[in-house]
Nanobody, 119 residues
Framework: QVQLVESGGGSVQAGGSLRLSCAAS????????MAWHRRAPGKQRELVAA???????NYADSVKGRFTISRDTAKNTVYLYMNSLKPEDTAVYYC?????????????WGQGTQVTVSS
């Protein structure tokens, strides 16, 4: 069984910073890409940032230059450093991992963590 557990969400004023963490645990053979998505109220879920096993990253245009994704391969953990936060960054943030167990390869999702940015 595989679990993704997120932490680090909370409330912050505009211009502030937060760091999100997501740790994958369980019968993991290997992890390919890991990513952060978000869903704002009344909007569809969107990709925020992703990082491959080789360390390549990509970001949504709306967060480029403000957010940084990184990964600790040894700990099966991905981080999202969020700086210069804006009210429009308010959303539930979800961690995602494309990983392989001994029996299959599929996407796994965390339970989500709330980020609220006030003006």
């Amino acid at each position: 069984q595989v679990q993704l557990v997120e932490s680090g969400g909370g409330s912050v004023q505009a211009g502030g910073s937060l760091r999100l963490s997501c740790a994958a645990s369980g019968n993991i053979f290997s992890i390919n890409a890991m990513a952060w998505h978000r869903r704002a109220p009344g909007k569809q879920r969107e990709l925020v940032a992703a990082i491959t096993s080789g360390g390549s990253t990509n970001y949504a245009d709306s967060v480029k230059g403000r957010f940084t994704i990184s990964r600790d391969t040894a700990k099966n953990t991905v981080y999202l450093y969020m700086n210069s936060l804006k009210p429009e960054d308010t959303a539930v943030y979800y961690c995602n991992a494309d990983l392989r167990t001994l029996s299959s390869r599929r996407d796994y999702w965390g339970q989500g963590t709330q980020v609220t940015v006030s003006s």
